[in-house]
């Protein structure tokens, strides 16, 4: 399966492929633009930053974007649910309180903010996810997958990275191989969930839309979608759009590519979050109201942009549920 979707996807390569920023100047979707991009092979993209994690190497680590360790879970668990501590207390019960103070008096709580972290409201209640069945797209490194279950659900974790899957894995024994563009011929996924999640990969193909699609089809009527897409602020500006233009066009090898973005890093700790903006052929910013006007499409009922009140936000992270 993955050998074949890498050749259809390599020979399209092979042919140079229109990119919307740096040949039609085009950052901002429309659903007009539907159709006109080619698919480029999405296997390889994020690759080797989820590579350089499980390598433990320095700004690929340790990072809010990427950490699976527990002390990051709980991070994540208090930025859906509001509530500190979860997986602390689970581990030192009693003496959770103390840990806790120890870690903040060690100044590790603050280590742990590298790379920024999520202004959510509503909340999730602590509850909800328990028993839900969970599908999360794009998983990544698996830190999403992981936050799901340390909240009792049942999760299955799909990717098309090779050390993504390795990493999700880990945790998570119902992980696979699987592009956005190929939910359609899965009948088994088809309104098949209660919650889906799908974080920062929509805007990184070539159809932001039919993905979009694609992924809100495995939702069961009554359940959730959450997904977080680029904003139209931070990445059309002048600094994201040259750099990713001399990534594409001068860096040529695995290494160049990694010192160019050490080189911009204002922070080494932080390289992950450049080389994810800049790794992706497709990097789209969507507006608002086109993003909820696909849930509304795809018959979501009610839709929160869940950070709309975020200052200086650079996503969106939009939650519908299916009528
Ligand atoms: C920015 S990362 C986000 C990872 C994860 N959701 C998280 O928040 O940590 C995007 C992920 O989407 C995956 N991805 C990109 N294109 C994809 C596609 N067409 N089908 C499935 N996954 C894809 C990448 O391999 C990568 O792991």
Known sequence: MIDQANRVNKNILSTVLPNPDFDDGLTIWDDAYSGQYQPVVYAEQFDGQWRLFLERKRGYCNHTGVETSDQYIDDRIYELTGIQDVMLR???????????????????????????????????????????????IGCGAGRWTRTLLMLDAQVKSVDVGENALRSTRRFNADTEYLDIFDIQSRADLHAAFDFVLCWGVIMCTHDPKIAFQQVASTVKPGGSLYVMVYAPTYHVSEFVRATRLKFHRECKTAEEKQNFVMNIAEDPDNAINYMDMLNTFYNWTIPQEVVTNWFKEAGFKSVVVLNEHEPHNCAWHVLGTKA
């Open 90 to 136: 689970r581990r030192f019960g009693a003496f959770a309180g103390m840990a806790s103070k120890l870690s903040k008096m060690a100044g590790k709580q603050s280590k742990r903010a590298v790379g920024g972290k999520l202004y959510l409201e509503p909340k999730f209640p602590l509850d909800y996810f328990q028993g839900k069945k969970c599908l999360d």
